[in-house]
């Protein structure tokens, strides 16, 4: 699966973005398609993410402020991201899992400043 980000960009704090992850490729066997970010010195986290069978999941620190969708139509996942703080400030990157395949895409910055 190919996977192309894009969206990101400097807000301020409790400003909004959202995030586009466009697909292609071998879709059919994705079982998973997840928002992840990584801060500066961190470990990639995961933000986000879709399940088989549409259910969703999202990290505790972005709950309420966070939503991910999906546009079939438009081969594109979204993340919304509402009441933004300095600390989601990192590089996101979408991320589509199939059985044991974890294809990424290629990181879209989000800078939040206070």
């Known amino acids: 699966v190919q996977l192309q980000a894009s969206g990101g960009g400097l807000v301020q704090a409790g400003g909004s973005l959202r995030l586009s992850c466009a697909y292609s490729?071998?879709?059919?066997?994705?079982?998973?398609m997840n928002w992840y970010r990584q801060a500066p010195g961190k470990e990639r986290e995961l933000v986000a993410g879709f399940r088989v069978g549409g259910s969703t999941n999202y990290a505790d620190s972005v709950k309420g402020r966070f939503t991910i969708s999906r546009d079939d139509a438009k081969n594109t996942v979204y993340l919304q991201m509402d009441s933004l703080k300095p600390e989601d400030t990192g590089v996101y990157y979408c991320n589509a899992v199939s059985g044991i395949r974890s294809d990424w895409g290629q990181g879209t910055q989000v800078t939040v400043s206070s």
């Open positions: 490729g071998s879709i059919s066997w994705v079982n998973a």
